[in-house]
Each structure stands twice: as structure tokens, then as C-alpha cells.
């Protein structure tokens, strides 16, 4: 997808703080320092546009950014171990957990996973969230330059096999190298406009 604009619309922590319901939703999920903030900023060719850390637990809001005056991307407080006070980190669950519930314009999600990890119980409970819900998801592991290629694929491999589902449905991704960018628009494109050219086509 051809990126125009790019912008931060606001953030929030309780539902009444959301933006008004404007354009379609993806929402990006994953494990404290996973890579979220990272990924979205190179699918919109922004350096800066989501602030990036090595702390894990750095993202402690629902942050809203607003993409082509068409499409939202929804930045959620990673889960898992985090260095944020405990209150906060209390306050993540609920947050999150309404969110997904009860945004009407939500059309879809990303789980991000750290490709050198197994996915783990907090992975394996929000998948089933998302299917109890009918909330349609890609996985995006993240990380993918840390291997060789042939260390990559046997990840992904394996992770697949632990997830259950098969390879060609995990898409590897390197913030570094950009690797996987355009299956991840692919992704977000197939989730938000599914059978449908997209905007810009039109």
C-alpha cells in the first residue's frame, strides 16, 4: 500500500477516551517488546512515529494512529513481563480485553511473536480469545533477521507445528531488513477490504 499520511491520533486508557469510530481498525498484539511499535513504523516508512524502546512494558496505552485518512492501526500494551508499575500493569488485561470486545470498527488482528520464542500460554489464550470472538488474526513473527535462512525456516516450522496451523500462514518479519513488510500489508489489506481492491485501486 502506497503510504500518503501517517499520524498519531491520541491515546487512551479507558473506552470513553477512544476516537470516534472514523475507519476501519487492525489491531497489533504481542508480548511486551516484541516488536510492535517497530513494525508499524516500517509499514508506514516512519522512523518515529511510534517511540521505540528496549524496556519492555513501555507501551502502557491503547495508542491510535490514523493512516491514509482510511485505515487505523491500534498499538496495544504488550502482555508478559514488563517494567511498569504494578497498577498499570493490573490495568492492561481489562483494558485490552474491552477493546477487542466491544470496538465496532475493528476488522481484524495482528499477533506479533518473537520468532526465536515458543509461543506460550499468553499467546495460546489470545488466540482462542480472537476465536471465540470471531475476531479474524494473521501471526507475524517478528525478529526474523536473528537466523540464517535455513534457521529461519525451521522456526517457523516449528512454531507452526506448536500453533497448529501451517507454515505459509505465519509470515516472518524483520524490522531491520524490512523483510516480510509487503505479506504484512497483504495481510492487513486481506482483513480489512477481504475480496476488495483496495482504496487507493478504486
Known amino acids: 500500500m502506497k503510504i500518503v499520511s501517517a499520524e498519531f491520533v491520541t491515546s487512551a486508557v479507558k473506552y470513553e477516551q477512544y476516537p470516534e469510530l472514523k475507519h476501519p481498525e487492525i489491531a497489533f498484539a504481542g508480548r511486551s517488546n516484541v ?25 502502557q496505552l491503547v495508542n491510535f494512529f ?35 470486545a466491544e470496538r465496532r470498527s475493528l476488522k481484524g488482528a495482528l499477533l506479533l511473536i518473537d520468532i526465536r520464542r515458543s509461543p506460550r500460554e499468553d499467546e495460546f489464550n489470545l488466540i482462542a480469545w480472537f476465536q471465540a470472538h470471531g475476531i479474524p488474526f494473521k501471526v507475524v513473527l517478528t525478529k526474523a533477521d536473528k537466523f540464517t535462512n535455513n534457521k529461519r525456516g525451521s522456526n517457523v516450522a516449528r512454531i507452526a507445528k506448536e500453533l497448529g496451523v501451517k507454515k505459509n500462514e505465519l509470515i516472518p518479519f524483520s524490522a531491520l531488513s524490512r523483510m516480510g513488510r509487503d505479506d504484512v500489508w497483504t495481510a492487513i489489506t486481506d482483513l480489512v477490504w477481504p475480496q476488495k481492491e483496495t482504496p487507493e485501486d478504486e
Open 66 to 100: 490514523d493512516i491514509n485518512d482510511n485505515l487505523t492501526f491500534v498499538d496495544l500494551p504488550g502482555y508478559g513481563f514488563a517494567k511498569a508499575p504494578k497498577k498499570v500493569v493490573r490495568e492492561w488485561g481489562p483494558m485490552v480485553e474491552r477493546y477487542l
Open 35 to 59: 516488536g510492535k511499535s517497530s513494525l508499524i513504523n516500517v509499514l508506514v516508512n516512519r522512523k518515529r512515529l511510534v517511540k521505540t524502546s528496549s524496556t519492555p512494558g513501555r507501551t
